[in-house]
T-cell receptor, first 110, second 114 residues
Framework: SQTIHQWPATLVQPVGSPLSLECTVEGTSNPNLYWYRQAAGRGLQLLFYSVGIGQISSEVPQNLSASRPQDRQFILSSKKLLLSDSGFYLC?????????FGPGTRLTVT | KNQVEQSPQSLIILEGKNCTLQCNYTVSPFSNLRWYKQDTGRGPVSLTIMTFSENTKSNGRYTATLDADTKQSSLHITASQLSDSASYICVVSAREAAGNKLTFGGGTRVLVKP
């Protein structure tokens, strides 16, 4: 069966510091991978998606970036965090019918 | 512009009672509609997925309906339990050349009280 991992589970970072969130998927090959952000009490916002190694599409212009160095690894990064980057970050992978979400990372920028 | 609107934004129900959540969408071309349950601080978990030809689908005490003509869907929770307290998210998929694109509703927060 497929499993999706995210770490860390929670993170508190000061404004201006760098960020690296990691997502890995097990049990599937060449998955479509997604990064979402969910602000408190709000819906999910698609940030990036990837259909293969090194292929990244950005949905929303921002100070975040994503990379896919390996088939089942998806990384969300920032060089300098903003207060507005606080939120719940979800990684997901998708097959033809379904999208499966990871456990999420709670990021608080102080 | 593709949009998914959910109502109500939140509701409180007593344990054992039923409730119905609504989802209206303007997504084209329609591919499928999904309902997810998201516990606080966790990732969403799929409850149901329906394609254009399906108008009802059940998953235990959860029953989803789809009216593709009016572009409306509902999620009915029967005999609610405390563990049903969560956000319920309606997600509609549009079929595009690059693959399906998802549009998320803002969710309905359900609180079940004893």
């Amino acid at each position: 069966s497929q499993t999706i991992h995210q770490w860390p589970a929670t993170l508190v970072q000061p404004v201006g510091s760098p960020l690296s969130l990691e997502c890995t998927v097990e049990g599937t090959s060449n998955p479509n991978l997604y990064w979402y952000r969910q602000a408190a009490g709000r819906g999910l916002q698609l940030l990036f998606y990837s259909v293969g190694i090194g292929q990244i599409s950005s949905e929303v212009p921002q100070n975040l970036s994503a990379s896919r160095p390996q088939d089942r690894q998806f990384i969300l990064s920032s060089k300098k965090l903003l207060l507005s980057d606080s939120g719940f970050y979800l990684c997901a992978w998708a097959d033809v019918y379904e999208q499966y979400f990871g456990p999420g990372t709670r990021l608080t920028v102080t | 512009k593709n949009q998914v609107e959910q109502s109500p934004q939140s509701l409180i129900i007593l344990e054992g009672k039923n409730c119905t959540l609504q989802c209206n969408y303007t997504v084209s071309p329609f591919s499928n509609l999904r309902w997810y349950k998201q516990d606080t601080g966790r990732g969403p978990v799929s409850l149901t997925i329906m394609t254009f030809s399906e108008n009802t689908k059940s998953n235990g005490r959860y029953t989803a309906t789809l009216d593709a003509d009016t572009k409306q869907s509902s999620l009915h929770i029967t005999a609610s339990q405390l563990s049903d307290s969560a956000s319920y998210i309606c997600v509609v998929s549009a079929r595009e050349a690059a693959g399906n694109k998802l549009t998320f509703g803002g969710g309905t927060r359900v609180l079940v009280k004893p």
